[in-house]
């Protein structure tokens, strides 16, 4: 990503909490834990785990700016469905700033995304949001090995489940600084960058389009990309039961032969408690899924804010646990073999449902089951 943000956490609080504790949310205030070490003991063995922050209290005291900002970032669709009412209402009572809101989507439309080119103002804004945004969804973000995340260099995380939206992919921004030891970016299907206003938010906001040649190029330049493979499909296998979590990855190889093309490990990453950021219904038909991978999302009705339709989603508190790095080898293509795919692919999945089942019950998910298809 272009910038980081000062890190507002300073806190030298530490605390030694049991497993059960880890991802709860306990605390009484709205100052997060940076330095915190959660312990998880077992009969055979004792682990620690890295707390970067914990913002649970925020979600009970958030501001109109909190809004605002969540709005800027994830309240367009409410905007899209909305505009062919608002843009002539515009047009006949107030002509002039219906010219100025036509004049400023043009502009966006032809004003490129490239990284220098981008405005200092822009990027700020960007900041800003990524900062309302870890208060407004109670950010709680453990890593199970924070050293081996920090010294394992550039690294491809895979973040699961999508859920309606993956939210989750700010937790990792370069703004927020507890990515520590990479430079990275979210990567987000391409309609968000083809929409004018919408696609320099999100690039503000330290994203960037999953096309693979973008993939390619932010790889190139040594960038750490944050991916939620389950992707559209995923979202088709959603159900209102928020214990049910189904991840479409089995079928899901292109990160891993991304990440054995450029020899950089695989991160796994699991959000806890993103089902509950929106209501939702899903058509469930074949035709609806082959739409939505032709798409890049699926054609749904979600209720978030007031339970309105297409609105920003639900102030819920969010806990973000990044695993350990999976080591991938550099091999060039005329070495890359189905066996070689798989051994890693299988590596990452287990890794990803290792990471569930530790963490479910101290996320208060005790009862929550996972499918993975």
């Known amino acids: ?136 969804f109670g950010l709680k973000l453990v890593f199970e090995d924070k050293e081996k995340h920090t010294s394992c260099g550039p690294a491809i995380l895979v973040l699961e489940p999508h859920d309606v939206l993956p939210v989750s992919i700010f937790a990792l921004s370069d703004y927020l600084g507890y990515n520590e030891g990479h430079t990275g970016i979210g990567c987000l299907t391409s309609i968000c960058f083809a929409i004018p206003l919408m696609k320099h938010i999100y690039t503000w906001a330290s994203a960037a389009s999953v096309d693979k040649s973008n993939i390619l190029r932010l790889m190139k330049e040594g960038k750490t990309i944050t991916v939620c493979p389950g992707g559209a499909q995923e979202v088709t296998y959603m159900t209102a039961d928020e214990d049910d979590i189904t991840l479409y990855l089995k079928k899901r190889m292109g990160l891993v032969k991304l990440a054995l093309q450029f020899g950089r490990p695989l991160i796994p990453v ?69 066996e070689l795919v798989c051994k890693y692919h299988t590596q990452l999945l287990e890794a990803i449902e290792k990471l569930f089942h530790t963490h479910k019950e101290a996320c208060g998910k005790g009862n929550a089951r996972l499918t993975i298809l």
């Open 1 to 136: 990503m272009p910038c980081v943000a000062e890190n507002s956490d300073n806190s030298s609080d530490t605390r030694v909490l049991s497993e059960h504790d880890g991802c709860r949310n306990n605390s009484s205030s709205s100052k997060p834990a940076t330095t915190t070490t959660v312990s998880a003991a077992s009969a055979s063995s004792s682990k620690e785990y890295h707390v970067a922050c914990d913002y649970s209290a925020s979600v009970k005291q958030l501001t109109f700016e909190h809004y605002a900002a969540c709005f800027l970032w994830l309240g367009w669709l409410h905007v899209i469905v909305a505009l062919p009412v608002l843009l002539p209402l515009l047009y006949y009572s107030c002509f002039p700033l219906f010219t100025a809101f036509i004049a400023l989507v043009v502009a966006s439309a032809l004003y490129p995304l490239h990284d220098k080119m981008q405005p200092a103002w822009g990027k700020a804004l960007g900041s800003w949001i990524m900062h309302k945004a870890r208060e407004y």
């Open 270 to 338: 699991f959000t806890f408690n993103q089902r509950s950021t929106y209501s939702f219904s899903i058509p469930t038909s074949p035709l609806i899924r082959a739409i939505g991978k032709q798409l890049g999302f699926i054609p749904m009705v979600f209720y978030g804010v007031l339970g309105l339709p297409f609105s920003m989603p639900k102030p819920t508190p969010l806990t973000v646990v990044v695993g350990q790095p999976i080591p991938v080898p550099k091999v060039q293509e005329s070495e890359m073999s189905d």
